[in-house]
Antibody
Framework: QVQLVESGGGVVQPGRSLRLSCAAS????????MHWVRQAPGKGLEWVAV????????NYADSVRGRFTISRDTSKDTLYLEMNTLRRDDTAVYYC???????????????WGQGTLVTVSS | DVVMTQSPLSLPVTLGQPASISCRSS???????????LSWFQQRPGQSPRRLIY???NRDSGVPDRFSGTGSGTDFTLKISRVEAEDVGLYYC??????????FGPGTQVEIK
């Protein structure tokens, strides 16, 4: 079965950096685009970033563009999110999610991990 | 960006009774390939989201058939035919037609009366 396990969350001071990881199993990782989606405490879901199956294309939400970098290591079946210049409003649970490729469209997340909490606080 | 709205934001329901959640998009979600990329997710308390429905009306594997999705264009509905205690949680719609970004509705809290 599809499994996505995030790690790397924690408490970090504003302006500092953090790298999240997501270990994938139960499916052919190299065949799927992958997303990061976050959820601030008590708030809704916000899409953060996506990386294509072949690592060629990356897209970011306006709120993180220029500060966050999504990447993947197919040899390790692992997705990453490098977060720099963190702000208090980046505090959230970060989920990695597999993309559902339907027809020829990246239609969005289907399977989600359990999430990892990032708290930006001094 | 496509803006997704949901109503109601809070839905108290009686066990065994039906429930309905509306989702609207700021523009038609009909893709040029003929599909409409509208999904529904359930988030139980303390859990990660789980997809229930994709492409408006297709139930994911393992999803009870009391959940159904309908709609087209800009108006969509998630229906629960008979609410059970395990259905308590947040429900989100999400569009995957115009991206980036993929955008979610604000969520509807389903609770038992």
């Amino acid at each position: 079965q599809v499994q996505l396990v995030e790690s790397g969350g924690g408490v970090v001071q504003p302006g500092r950096s953090l790298r999240l990881s997501c270990a994938a199993s139960g499916f052919t990782f190299r065949n799927h685009a992958m997303h990061w989606v976050r959820q601030a405490p008590g708030k809704g879901l916000e899409w953060v970033a996506v990386i294509s199956y072949d690592d060629v294309h990356k897209n970011y939400a306006d709120s993180v563009r220029g500060r966050f970098t999504i990447s993947r290591d197919t040899s390790k079946d692992t997705l990453y999110l490098e977060m720099n210049t963190l702000r208090r409003d980046d505090t959230a649970v970060y989920y990695c999610a597999r993309d559902h490729y339907y027809g020829s469209v990246n239609s969005g997340p289907d399977y989600w991990g359990q999430g990892t909490l990032v708290t930006v606080s001094s | 960006d496509v803006v997704m709205t949901q109503s109601p934001l809070s839905l108290p329901v009686t066990l065994g009774q039906p429930a309905s959640i509306s989702c609207r998009s700021s523009q038609s979600l009909l893709h040029s390939d003929g599909n409409t990329y509208l999904s529904w997710f359930q988030q139980r308390p303390g859990q990660s989201p789980r997809r229930l429905i994709y492409n408006v009306s297709n139930r994911d594997s393992g999803v009870p058939d009391r959940f159904s999705g309908t709609g087209s264009g800009t108006d969509f509905t998630l229906k629960i035919s008979r609410v059970e205690a395990e259905d308590v949680g947040l429900y989100y719609c999400m569009q995957g037609t115009y991206w980036p970004p993929w955008t979610f509705g604000p969520g509807t809290q389903v609770e038992i009366k």
